[in-house]
């Protein structure tokens, strides 16, 4: 069985706050989904936003996913890095020209266009450079994540993806465009997504879409069903690897694939999420009129997840040895009420000094980290390299 391993032991000359890795169980996550990419022949890239770190790029890079980049600079990180440049592929709702040159440069597998000017820019700028862009179009498809309203990508309201009442509009576009090789469509609902339902839904949404461009005479090679698969924040230790088997069985179940269509996921969290913890000490027990407060040397400039979007991390006292348990509001040294990891929360009698683990932060944890306060910048402590 896999496990996150924490070791403790080795802990005592860090100086906190710092980013711990476990590389182990990283490599397993990793293997699990490059066995169920294999076994259903599906591609599946990285969605590098979630974590950028040179170490954890390397690693996915030797697991075989390709990378999906949301800016020029994560572009070249990963081509930097030795991804294959056939797997990576590009999307955001604003590419500038710069980027746009950037990922022609390096011959990318293709972009995923959200924009009917977008489409335009590029081939414009393709045709200048000489090259041909491979595009897909990112479609809003218009179904509800139900997760947090933040992460919420695939609805009309949101500013992703193209509407399908553009559809046609865009494929005139594009079939006028001389630097632009069409290769299919792409969506993303959101992140965070842990009602299989939503993935259900969105395999009858591309099945509808997939269905209109072939009555269209339209070919679509590509399929990217994007990302979004959640891991369990509450209990990171049981379920350290997210059960990818029953994600990719929905997609394997109800899309209906056309001879010679390859499907292609971009998940980002589900691969990172759980290996990474971010390690701090107590600094201050303070007991307030209403509440007791833990007042940690770790705040949002290092994890921004809870300010950001009230986003729940289990916390954990690492050192603490008391029976008696306490209830206690987990707080950061930042000067903003919102710098709050959690609130009465029960923990171990807890005293300064004690270690404290905030786990499931490898996803968007160090990435969106911050100098705010003029901070220093996290420590960065892999399980291998200890
Ligand atoms: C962020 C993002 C992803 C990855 O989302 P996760 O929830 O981390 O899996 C995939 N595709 C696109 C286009 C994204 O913007």
Known sequence: MAQLNIPLEKFGSIRTPFYFYDVALLKETLSEVARLEKAHHFDVHYAVKANVNDRILEIINEAGLGADCVSGNEVSRV???????????????????????TALSHNIFGFNCESIQEVQVINSIALNNNKRANVSIRINPNVD???????????????????????????EVIKASKGIDFKGLHFHIGSQVTDMSRFLELCSRINDVSSLLEQKGIEVEHINAGGGLGIDYHDPHKNCIPNFAEYFNVFNKNLKLKPGQKLHFELGRAIVGQCGVLVSRVLYEKAGKKKNFLILDAGMSELMRPALYQAYHLIGNLTSKSMEQNEYDVVGPI??????????????KSSRGDLFAIYSAGAYGQVLSNRYNLRDVPEVIYSDRI
């Not at 309201?157 to 865009?170: C, H, M, P, S």
């Not at 709050?340 to 171990?348: V, W, Y």
């Open 79 to 101: 081509i930097g890095i030795g991804f294959p440049s056939e797997k990576v592929v590009f999307a955001g709702v604003g590419k500038t020209d710069r980027e746009i040159e």
């Open 145 to 171: 994540a139900k997760t947090h309203k933040h992460i919420t990508t695939g609805l009309e309201e949101n500013k992703f993806g193209i509407n399908l009442t553009d559809l046609d509009a865009v494929l």
């Open 335 to 348: 000067c903003e009420t919102t710098d709050s990891f959690g609130q009465n929360i029960l923990l171990p």
